[in-house]
């Protein structure tokens, strides 16, 4: 089992950043990638970035130049760092790891972008 907590979401305005945290405990060497999905109103889960165990990152194509992914291994920790954020960018942000066996999420965190 893996535990998910997910911290730093907010309020921002237009033009502004924030940095989202997510913490990992429990089978945490059994994780291959940890990512960060999001979910609009009235929209379907997307993809925002994944990071594997060795670092290699993946961005969706919205999101490329504007959010950075990373890990602190020894704090079992994702962030996701998010600049430039847009209105289209409101969405609760859930953190995701995935092992051999299942996907895990976290409960999510509410990002809201004033215009």
């Known amino acids: 089992q893996v535990q998910l907590v997910e911290s730093g979401g907010g309020l921002v305005q237009n033009g502004g950043s924030l940095r989202l945290s997510c913490a990992a405990s429990?089978?945490?060497?059994?994780?291959?990638?940890m990512g960060w999905y999001r979910q609009a109103p009235g929209k379907e889960r997307e993809l925002v970035a994944q990071?594997?165990?060795?670092?290699?990152?993946n961005y969706a194509d919205s999101m490329k130049g504007r959010f950075t992914i990373s890990r602190n291994n020894a704090k079992n920790t994702v962030y996701l760092q998010m600049n430039s954020l847009k209105p289209e960018d409101t969405a609760v942000y859930y953190c995701?790891?995935?092992?051999?066996?299942?996907?895990?999420w976290g409960q999510g965190t509410q990002v809201t972008v004033s215009s």
């Open positions: 995701s790891a995935r092992t051999v066996i299942d996907d895990y």
């Open positions: 429990g089978s945490i060497f059994s994780i291959n990638v």
């Open positions: 990071i594997t165990r060795g670092g290699s990152t």
